[in-house]
Structures are given as structure tokens and as C-alpha cells.
């Protein structure tokens, strides 16, 4: 669907294209490289290669990045400060999201004893998968769930964001 429509932007001949996650961002590289393309909120853009560096993006990638790695660990801690004794937390995250994905690796790549507690991954890629996904957070006792804000996830009926 989004490969789809960044096509068809394409084919406008923009003078820049407003990518708003990681997907629209690889939909729209995938048809231009020359077209501005201005990132906002994306997760991990230097990770998934739509950019050199922070400083110098080195392609036609520019924009602001949530920096959800650094935004996770807050996240993670503030949750153990207001429910302590918490030691399993959910992360409720889109794999086929580039940034989703990689801030779910670099957590579990994060030993349980650095972050204070374990992490249980429970993904979601289509809104029909929310009840699986539910299902998991009751199967596990998952007391505690940090949610990525993709656009899967934030337009599932079951979500509040």
C-alpha cells in the first residue's frame, strides 16, 4: 500500500516528500533518490540506512528522528519507578518497521540486569494480529507494556494511544 502511493507521489514530481515512520520513509527511497525526502518521528534512521550520520545524512534523507532508543530506556525506567518490583515488561512493536524492529533488538540485546527487568517481545504487523498479541500479554502475565507508535499499532481499534 505504501509503495503504492509513494509511486504515485513520485510521479508528481514533488518538491519534497513528508515521510512520517520508518515504512513511508523506505517506500518513498525505494522510488527516488533525488526527491528531498523530510523524516518525521522516524526510529533508528542512521540503523536502517535511510542516513549516514545525524550530522550529515549523506542522502536525500533529512529531517527529526524520535531517538526511540534513548526513549525506550527512559521509558523502561520510569515504569520500574512506578510499578517497582515489575521485573517482565511487554513491548508491543511492528516488526516490518524498521525502527520498531530495531529497538526491540537493541532491548533484547540489553542484558535483563541493565535494564532492571526482562523483555517480552509481542509484535504486531497487521491489526488483525491484536488479539494474538493480546493473547500473549495474558499468557505471559505481562503486567507492564511499552507500546511503539506505529501506524500499525496506533490505528488498532484495541489501542489507546
Known sequence: MLAAGAAELVALSPDAIVAAN???????????????????????????????????????????????????FKALG???????????VGVLYTPSNAGSALAVKQLLATPPSALGLSIIPVPIDRPAEIETAFALIDREGLRGLQVHPTPVISTSARIAA
Open 78 to 88: 520510569l515504569l520500574r519507578e512506578a510499578k517497582p518490583g515489575i521485573d517482565r
Open 22 to 72: 520508518s515504512q513511508a520513509i523506505e517506500a518513498a527511497l525505494a522510488q527516488t533518490s533525488s526527491i528531498p525526502i523530510v523524516m518525521v518521528g522516524a526510529s533508528h534512521p542512521v540503523e536502517a540506512g535511510f542516513i549516514k550520520s545525524l550530522a550529515s545524512p549523506g542522502s536525500n534523507v533529512t529531517g527529526v528522528t524520535n531517538q526511540l532508543n534513548d526513549v525506550d
